[in-house]
């Protein structure tokens, strides 16, 4: 096999490793005979084969590997035993090392960290100072950037949005069109899909599923097996958990509590300090507010505004 680089006498020193510049002997993709690339510890780090190429002053060493047309370009760094493949990129000063694959078309730049076991492949773009660990994947459309972390077995993927200092963890799974933004936190064994919102400093956990056009925000919290979809919102401080379903065009917001089975439907608001549980269901346009408690099997529907003091 005719080899496309060799490494030459140009040298640096990275942790205590000692790293080749490359230099193309024949010209293949966008390299011509004789121009220098990037940095490697040595071939095994750089295939032979295909259009893969280490730019600039990239750095590729210990047993990662670059594969087929992948690209490492400005000042990026792929080490320890992680892989980048096929088409992806990592560019400017972005870092994949220990076990992690890239692949696909795949982006990964600015000062953004791919690490442990995570995966990021489809066209999938992790950028600025986002961070995807452990056993995380980050695939098909899907964008992370800012100063997000997707950790543990999270999933982002199909045309999600995460950003700000958005952290999806656990088992989360943030898919379709939904954007988890701002300092919001999804975790455990949490859903958000379809076109689902969630910002500010809200938190989805245990076992809860946004969906819809629903959004979750401020500093409202979401757990339990609760369902918030359709138009609905919750936000302020409000807290639905259990196996309460709020949909609809409903509203849960200020300091309201919704759990147990109750429903919360149809163009209804639960606000102030009140509080819904049990089997309630209310519905239409009606309210509950003030420090209100509805519990055992009440049904509040039409408009009827029910407030105490």
């Known amino acids: 096999m005719d080899k496309k680089y060799k490494l030459t006498e140009e040298t640096i020193n990275v942790n205590s490793r000692t790293l080749y510049r490359i230099e193309a002997l024949k010209d293949f993709g966008n390299e011509k005979k004789g121009e220098k690339g990037g940095f490697i510890e040595k071939e095994s780090n750089l295939s032979q084969n295909g259009d893969c190429w280490v730019y600039?002053?990239?750095?590729?060493?210990?047993?990662?590997?670059?594969?087929?047309?992948?690209?490492?370009?400005?000042?990026?760094?792929?080490?320890?035993?992680?892989?980048?493949?096929?088409?992806?990129?990592?560019?400017?000063?972005?870092?994949?090392?220990?076990?992690?694959v890239v692949y696909g078309n795949a982006e990964i730049f600015g000062d953004a960290w791919v690490y442990g076991n995570a995966k990021v492949y489809g066209n999938a773009k992790v950028c600025d100072h986002a961070k995807v660990r452990d056993h995380a994947k980050v695939r098909d459309e899907a964008k992370v950037r800012d100063d997000v972390v997707v950790c543990d077995n999270a999933w982002v993927c199909d045309n999600a949005q995460v950003?700000?200092?958005?952290?999806?963890?656990?088992?989360?799974?943030?898919?379709?069109?939904?954007?988890?933004?701002?300092?919001?936190?999804?975790?455990?064994?949490?859903?958000?899909?379809?076109n689902a919102i969630i910002y500010g400093n809200a938190e989805v956990g245990s076992n809860a599923r946004i969906y819809g056009n629903a959004f979750v925000y401020d500093n409202a919290?979401?757990?339990?097996?609760?369902?918030?979809?359709?138009?609905?919102?919750?936000?302020?401080?409000?807290?639905?958990?259990?196996?309460?379903e709020i949909y609809g065009n409903a509203q849960v917001y200020n300091k309201?509590?919704?759990?147990?089975?109750?429903?919360?439907?149809?163009?209804?608001?639960?606000?102030?300090?009140?509080?819904?549980?049990?089997?309630?269901?209310?519905?239409?346009?009606?309210?509950?507010?003030?420090?209100?408690?509805?519990?055992?099997?009440?049904?509040i529907r039409d408009n009827t505004k029910v407030c105490e003091d």
């Not at 656990?170 to 899909?193: H, K, L, M, Q, R």
């Open 163 to 194: 950003f700000g200092s958005a952290v999806v963890s656990g088992n989360a799974v943030v898919s379709d069109s939904a954007v988890v933004c701002g300092d919001a936190e999804v975790f455990d064994n949490a859903t958000i899909y379809d």
């Open 221 to 244: 919290e979401v757990c339990g097996n609760a369902k918030v979809h359709d138009n609905a919102k919750v936000y302020g401080n409000a807290v639905v958990f259990d196996y309460a």
């Open 56 to 100: 600039d002053n990239a750095k590729v060493y210990d047993d990662a590997i670059v594969l087929n047309d992948a690209s490492i370009c400005d000042n990026a760094v792929v080490c320890g035993e992680a892989m980048v493949c096929n088409s992806a990129k990592v560019c400017t000063n972005a870092i994949v090392n220990d076990i992690a």
């Open 256 to 299: 309201a509590e919704v759990c147990d089975n109750a429903e919360i439907y149809g163009n209804a608001e639960i606000y102030g300090n009140a509080r819904v549980y049990c089997n309630t269901v209310v519905c239409d346009n009606a309210e509950v507010c003030g420090y209100s408690k509805l519990f055992g099997n009440a049904v």
